[in-house]
C-alpha cells in the first residue's frame, strides 16, 4: 500500500481535522509535548515540526551544588510538574521522553533557572486547566526598568556573597546553549549587565574554593604518609627510616620498584617502603601502623614481608666483604697507629629475644642460660671504617660466641696474617681492658689464635671505636633489641634462611647507606 494512503487512512480513524505528516508521526511513536491538550509532536531526530516550536527537558533537582542552588532547582521542579498536572509525572518520576514545547512560554523557552521572578521560570501558557494563571510579562519588564533607573541614580547594586547566598536583585540569564535560548537583542542589555555582575561574584566564589582545595590536598598529603609526608626534611626522613636524606630513601624506590608486589592497591609503593622501613626503625606495632596508614592489620603484615624480601633480595650487594689492597687503602688512623695495616674485621655477638616456642626441642635450643630467656645470636663482622662486611644466620641461645665465630663462614674470609678484634665475649686467652685480638695464623682458619697486645693510650682511645661499632646496628634499628615472635624464626618457604635473618641482613645492608660512625668520631677528635 502506498504510504500516502496509509497516511489517509489512519487519519480518518483520528480526526479529518489532521494532515497526512501528522498521522505518520504519531505511527512512528513520536515524543510529543506533556502538557494537556497540546497537539505540537517532535521526530525522532528531535526535529520540530512546527516552525519555531521547539522542546524542553523538566529541570533538574541538583543536590551537590551548595543549599541555595538546591532548593532553587528543587523548588523549580516541583513548579514544572504542577503547572503540567498529569497523573505519571511526579517530583521523582519523569520520563525522559515527557518534554515541555516552547508554545507554553512567553519569550518561547524557559527563563535562567536563578530568576524565579521570571514569568518563564515555570510553564504558564496554554496548559489547558485554570489551576495555574497565566503569569504577567509586563510586570517583570517594568521591575527591570525601575532597577535599571535605580543603577544610574548610583544606588548601591545588590550583590552575591562568597557562601553563594543569591541576592533580591534579579538577575539576569547568561547565555544559553543551541537547545534552549536564543540570540538576545538589544533590548537585553540590562539583563547582560545584571548578569556579568552575578557570574563575577560565582567565578570569584569558584576560584577561592579551588584554593581552598588545593590546600586542604596539601595538608592532607602531609598527614598521608605520603611522598610530601617526608619531602624537603631530611631530619624526619632519618627519625622514620634511619636512611641519611629522602634522596636516599627515593633511591632505594626506585631500585626496588620493578619488584615490588602490585596486587595491593591500598598500599603505593612509597608507601609499602615506608610502612617496613618504619617497622625497623622504630619498631612500631602491627596496629598503630594500621591506624597510620589507613590499613587493616592483615594488609601491614603482608606488605612488610613481601618488602623486606625484595630488600633481601635487592641489598646483597652492600653487606660486601672488602678485597685486601682496599681495606688497606682505607685504614683509619687510629687502627694504623695500634696494629698497623693488618686489622681486618671486629666482630660481635648479639642476642634478640624471641618468643617461647610450643615445641620442646625448640625452646632447648634458644634458651640463652645467661638471660633466662629464649634468645637467637648473630655475630656481625664490622671494617675499621665502619661498614659492615658480615652478617652470620641466627644461632640458638646457648651456643658460645667462639663456637659461632668458628662455625660461621667467617674464618673462611681470612687471609694469613689477618688480625680480628673483638670487644667482648669471644673467648681469646688474653684480653687487654676488655679489647681482644686474634691473629689468624698460616696452619689454617679453623681457629683464632690469641695476640698479646701492650695496652696504651691509643688501645684505650680504640676501645670507643669498636664499642660504637658493634652497636651501631642495633642503634640505628630498634626492631633488632625487641621482642620478636616465633613465626618470624620458621624457615621461609624454600629456603634456607628465617624471616628474622632477612630483617637482620637488612637493617645491617641499611646501615652501610649511612654515613659511618668512625668518619663522625674522626671529626670529633
Known amino acids: 500500500m502506498h504510504v500516502g494512503s496509509l497516511g489517509q487512512g489512519i487519519c480518518g480513524i483520528i480526526g479529518s481535522n489532521l494532515d497526512v505528516n501528522v498521522c505518520i508521526l504519531h505511527v512512528e511513536m513520536v515524543n510529543s509535548c506533556c502538557v494537556n491538550n497540546c497537539v505540537v509532536n517532535r521526530d525522532q531526530r528531535g526535529k520540530p515540526i512546527a516552525n519555531g516550536l521547539r522542546f524542553f527537558n523538566f529541570p533538574a533537582w541538583k543536590q551537590h551544588t551548595g543549599t541555595q542552588i538546591s532548593e532553587l532547582s528543587k523548588r523549580r521542579r516541583m513548579a514544572w510538574v504542577a503547572a503540567v498536572r498529569r497523573k505519571h509525572i511526579t517530583f521523582s518520576n519523569i520520563p525522559r521522553h515527557m518534554r515541555v514545547c ?12 536563578m530568576l524565579d521572578c521570571d514569568p518563564d521560570w515555570v510553564p504558564s501558557l496554554h496548559l489547558g486547566h485554570t489551576e495555574v494563571k497565566p503569569t504577567d510579562s509586563g510586570r517583570f519588564n517594568r ?65 577561592r574554593l579551588l584554593e581552598e582545595n588545593r590546600k586542604l590536598k596539601e595538608e592532607l598529603s602531609q598527614i598521608k604518609m605520603e611522598e610530601d609526608f617526608l619531602k624537603d626534611d631530611d631530619v624526619k626522613v632519618t627519625y622514620y627510616t634511619g636512611l641519611s636524606c629522602f634522596a636516599v630513601l627515593m633511591g632505594v624506590l626506585t631500585q626496588l620498584l620493578p619488584c615490588l608486589p602490585q596486587t595491593n592497591r591500598r598500599l603505593s609503593p612509597f608507601q609499602m617502603l615506608l610502612l617496613t622501613l618504619m617497622r625497623l626503625r622504630l ?43 682496599c681495606l688497606q687503602a682505607t685504614m683509619p688512623r687510629q687502627f694504623v697507629e695500634a ?86 665475649g669471644i673467648d681469646i686467652r688474653d684480653s687487654v681492658g676488655g679489647l681482644m685480638c686474634a691473629e689468624v695464623k698460616a696452619s689454617g682458619h679453623s681457629r683464632l689464635n690469641a695476640k698479646d697486645v701492650e695496652e696504651t693510650r691509643q688501645m684505650a682511645h680504640l676501645r670507643v671505636h669498636v664499642e660504637k661499632l658493634s652497636g651501631c646496628v ?41 654515613p659511618s660512625v668512625v668518619m663522625k668520631l674522626q671529626t670529633m677528635t
Open 102 to 113: 516552547s508554545r507554553h512560554f512567553h519569550k518561547g523557552k524557559p527563563a535562567y533557572e
Open 143 to 207: 521591575r527591570l526598568k525601575r532597577q535599571q533607573a535605580l543603577k544610574e541614580n548610583n544606588a548601591e547594586p545588590a550583590t552575591l556573597d562568597l557562601a553563594g547566598q543569591r541576592s533580591e536583585m534579579v538577575k539576569a540569564e547568561p547565555p544559553d546553549d543551541n537547545s534552549q535560548m536564543d540570540e538576545a537583542g538589544p533590548k537585553d542589555n540590562t539583563v547582560e549587565t545584571q548578569e556579568c555582575s552575578f557570574c563575577s561574584c560565582r567565578r570569584a566564589e569558584i576560584n
Open 283 to 325: 619498631n612500631l606495632p602491627i596496629q598503630h601502623i594500621a591506624y597510620l596508614f589507613s590499613v587493616d592489620r592483615k594488609t601491614v603484615s603482608t606488605t612488610f614481608r613481601d618488602t623486606i624480601g625484595t630488600l633481601f633480595t635487592h641489598l646483597k650487594p652492600l653487606v660486601l666483604w672488602p678485597e685486601r689492597h
Open 339 to 424: 696494629f698497623g695495616n693488618r686489622v681486618a674485621v671486629i666482630v660481635d655477638c648479639f642476642e634478640m629475644i624471641i618468643g617461647r616456642a610450643s615445641n620442646l626441642k625448640a625452646r632447648a635450643q634458644t634458651f640463652s642460660h645467661d638471660t633466662n630467656k629464649h634468645t637467637l645470636k648473630y655475630l656481625i663482622g664490622i671494617t675499621p671504617r665502619g661498614a659492615i662486611s658480615f652478617i652470620s644466620q641466627g644461632w640458638g641461645g646457648p651456643v658460645s660466641d667462639e663456637h659461632v665465630t668458628e662455625n660461621s663462614s667467617l674464618l673462611n674470609k681470612l687471609l694469613p696474617g689477618d688480625l680480628v678484634l673483638a670487644d667482648r
Open 474 to 514: 642495633r642503634t640505628k634499628y630498634i626492631i633488632l633489641n625487641g621482642n620478636v615472635p616465633v613465626s618470624m624464626v620458621l624457615p621461609c618457604q624454600g629456603e634456607d634462611v628465617t624471616f628474622l635473618d632477612k630483617i637482620v641482613f637488612v637493617c645491617c645492608a641499611l646501615t652501610n647507606m649511612c
